[in-house]
């Protein structure tokens, strides 16, 4: 009987002794680990710009979303003289050597045309009744002899072109002058960033991030040219090509050397 007390009094004491340093106190863990490893780090002294830079280039694309469109009683008719109407601009399209890779078709629609019912007083509201149907065909071509597009877009209309005719300048292949923008813009971020820290007594570091902004081009007008000229000569749409603005932002942070 005594020797099963003691035993269970081991065990007890024993379980006692591995349970001991799990119940300590927290505030005990800082000596454990030492007073250093709790301490907060210096913030790094750093410096962040934003540089900027932009390239005016003149376009060498026209594009231009000439629409047709046409009515009838049925769907069908209206279908038919509004094909009837986009074959002739295609056609005419293809003349002016627009490739087929520079046609192609960007909106197609049909819709029913209605006629709602105006109640006189005591009269019930009667539904919206069909009268005929409207379709719309909309092409975008793309002109890579810009000179053409004056004369281009005048025939366009004279074939039936009766809707959108709206226009837009762009660069086939931007990259390049793109390129150009984005290595002046981080040109002009070291340029403003060491103009600040020499003035602080202080130089540039290592270079913490990079990050960049790209703006859509935005048209700035330019005195007509030779292909104004030409184009009121050949009594087409006067047509300006302008020049495309590529606008590159670059947001730059650097450590500060002191």
Do not use: C
């Amino acid at each position: 009987m005594n020797n099963s007390l003691l035993s269970r009094t081991t065990l007890a004491l024993a379980a006692t002794l591995v349970l001991a340093p799990a119940m300590l106190p927290t505030a005990y863990a800082p000596l454990q680990l030492g007073g250093s490893a709790w301490a907060e780090e210096k913030p790094v002294p750093q410096i962040s710009i934003v540089g900027e830079a932009s390239v005016d280039v003149a376009p060498d694309l026209a594009i231009l979303d000439l629409g047709v469109l046409r009515e009838g009683k049925t769907a069908r008719e209206a279908l038919s003289a509004n094909n009837l109407a986009m074959s002739e601009v295609l056609d005419a399209m293809k003349q002016a050597g627009i490739e087929a890779r520079d046609l192609q078709t960007s909106n197609f629609a049909i819709h029913p045309k209605y006629v709602h019912h105006r109640p006189k007083d005591g009269e019930e509201q009667k539904p919206p009744r069909i009268v005929g149907y409207r379709v719309t065909n909309t092409l975008t071509v793309r002109i890579r002899d810009l000179e053409k597009t004056g004369e281009i877009l005048d025939r366009a209309v004279t074939l039936g072109v009766n809707t959108g005719g709206s226009i837009r300048f762009a660069n086939d292949d931007p990259k390049s002058e793109i390129a150009k923008a984005r290595a002046a813009a981080m040109k002009d971020a070291i340029a403003r960033a060491k103009t600040l820290l020499e003035a602080a007594g202080a130089k540039l570091g290592p270079i913490l991030s990079i990050s960049e902004n790209y703006n859509t081009p935005r048209p700035v007008p330019m005195a007509r040219g030779k292909m104004m000229a030409e184009a009121a000569m050949a009594d087409s749409v006067p047509i300006e090509g302008g020049e495309n603005t590529y606008s590159v932002t670059v947001s730059v942070s650097w450590k500060i050397v002191q």
